[in-house]
């Protein structure tokens, strides 16, 4: 079974930047994409980030574009979400997820493997 671990979340100041990891246990072979949901307290998950393993293209959505970046270690198997000039509203459990087959990757519920989830903390 792919398992999807999380890391490096916590809490900072609004301006400040924060990167989140998540490494695979899946084969390069078998991956289509990795990347970033997340659900704000109270409010519905949405799509944040993704890439695709084959060719390193980047998805984004409006409200993170030019303030997050997703790149990938292959060696690693992991993907990083640096997060830069964060504001309170990007509070939310940060999920990693992916999927062995094209998917569209802004729709949430199409992804089949899910991490446990990340907290960050934007304090004003």
């Known amino acids: 079974q792919v398992q999807l671990v999380e890391s490096g979340g916590g809490e900072v100041q609004a301006g400040g930047s924060l990167r989140l990891s998540c490494r695979t246990t899946a084969s390069t072979s078998d991956i289509y994409t990795l990347g970033w949901l997340r659900q704000p307290p109270g409010k519905e998950q949405e799509f944040v980030a993704a890439?695709?393993?084959?060719?390193?293209?980047?998805y984004y959505a409006d409200s993170v574009e030019g303030r997050f970046t997703i790149s990938r270690d292959s060696g690693r198997k992991t993907i990083y979400l640096q997060m830069n000039n964060l504001k309170s509203e990007d509070t939310a459990v940060y999920s990693c997820?992916?999927?062995?087959?094209?998917?569209?990757?802004?729709?949430?519920?199409?992804?089949?493997?899910w991490g446990r989830g990340a907290q960050v903390t934007v304090s004003p």
């Open positions: 890439i695709i393993w084959s060719g390193g293209r980047t």
């Open positions: 997820v992916g999927a062995r087959k094209a998917i569209p990757v802004f729709v949430k519920s199409a992804y089949e493997w």
